[in-house]
């Protein structure tokens, strides 16, 4: 099997800029040694609903919803801050993909992430399998769509406490 890996580089301007906001919330995340929890926010639906189920995991104990952005354009800001100094930082990304977990894996330890792929848990029948646009999947059944990962994503983290 071959190990060969391949990679690009991007470009990113401007990388001194910060967020305000993230400023705030990142140094009190840091002071609250809370774990940050990303999703992969992609366009499609399968994104999207990775991006409700971060959200849901980010409001229990010990963890909070991060800014990806910035942790991966912003590296002098509090949010970046924050992801390289957390014990864990779990990423939820929307399909096998894994596009933020695999940008993630360059800006810290790897083996400091916990990934997981939101289709693989509630697409075992492939009933998703070809929808693009969130708006295809009625709003009630995103939500319980994004509760049935956020729940699976927990139950898994109660492995690593
Ligand atoms: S992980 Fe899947 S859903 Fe998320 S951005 Fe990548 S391709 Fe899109």
Redesign the pocket.
Known sequence: MSTQKERFNIEIENIKAVCPLGEVVGAQMIDENKIPVIS?E?G?F??EV?RLAAHLVGKQEPFMRGCHGEMFTAPKSAMADWAQKAEKVIVI???F????GRIMENIIDKKNMIQFDALSIYNKNNKYTDIMLYDEVPEKERKELAQKIAENVLSDLQKFN
């Open positions: 992969c992609g499609c399968r994104g990775a990304d929307g399909c993909m894994r596009c933020h």
